[in-house]
């Protein structure tokens, strides 16, 4: 039953009839936000295309994902940060009626995104597995009634990067990459992966493993989603590896004057 704003389902209180008819109710409930969540994402990318049509699917779809981005990042930080429970001391409690929202909200989206990428085929089996693992998750919270503290850290740790993979994405586009702006995108971008995604979310990952309450299968679920930010961090550790190798050689060429000069209208050899 519902107690405080909590979904309970204690073994003596109402009988097991009355704890299966307000299970039910709940996710009646569950259900109801999410089918308006994928509804509100779904309209919104057909409104982008509306307004965009000299641009292709992507830039429509990436606009969806930009304003999901800061939308969850913003609700699910305040969840976690201030209206609590605090995920590194209390993982596996009972879901809140906010925790539950935000995950509705977040669900939509994810199940509007995953189908997206699947019908165009723009995203490799990494991104694939991340969603799928993101969605199992979250509708195993959402079932169980519990849990929804440390998945809805997760969803922040992990939602704070993508407004700035985003934007990193509209400055190519633009042919604005090879800014300042550039610059700062990719940096804010590779920091906040490690601190946040990599070092905090190892953290959360470290109390809901040594945790008695959550149960084993979000435990292996938590695991598999840590897995695949590796995976990302591996890919994201080559790109900046080369882009420092390009800054520093192109740096040595400038301060040695090694720069090629042209005779005859073409470049002298070196």
């Not at 969806?64 to 939308?71: D, E, K, N, S």
């Amino acid at each position: 039953m519902e107690a405080g704003g909590v979904w309970t389902r204690s073994a003596g209180e109402g009988g097991p009839e009355l704890q299966r008819g307000s299970w039910t109710r709940m996710m009646l409930s569950v259900i109801f936000q999410v089918t308006c969540s994928l509804t509100a994402w779904l309209s919104l990318y057909a409104c982008f295309c509306y307004w965009n049509k000299h641009r292709t699917y992507e830039w429509s779809c990436r606009l969806v994902t930009l304003m999901h981005g800061v939308i969850v990042t913003c609700l699910s930080g305040y969840v976690a940060l201030i209206d609590g429970p605090w995920p590194l001391t209390h993982p596996g409690t009972p879901n809140t009626p906010l925790q539950v929202r935000v995950l509705c909200l977040t669900l939509g989206y994810f199940i509007f995104d995953l189908s997206w990428c699947m019908y165009f085929k723009t995203e490799g089996d990494l991104m694939l597995s991340h969603h799928t693992l993101s969605i199992c998750g979250m509708v195993l919270v959402l079932g169980l009634g519990k849990s929804a503290t440390e998945i809805n850290a997760i969803v922040f740790v992990s939602e704070i990067t993508n407004p700035l993979l985003q934007a990193r994405w509209f400055l190519r586009e633009t042919g604005c990459y090879h800014s300042f702006v550039g610059e700062v995108v990719d940096f804010s971008f590779v920091a906040l992966f490690m601190v946040l995604r990599i070092g905090v979310g190892g953290q959360i990952m470290y109390s809901v493993i040594v945790s008695s309450r959550p149960i084993w299968l979000i435990k292996a679920g938590g695991l598999a989603m840590y897995i695949v930010s590796l995976g990302f961090m591996i890919a994201i550790c080559s790109f900046a590896r080369r882009k420092v190798l390009k800054k520093y050689h192109a740096w040595r060429s400038a301060s040695s004057g090694d720069v090629p000069l042209k005779t005859n209208g073409h470049l002298t050899s070196h």
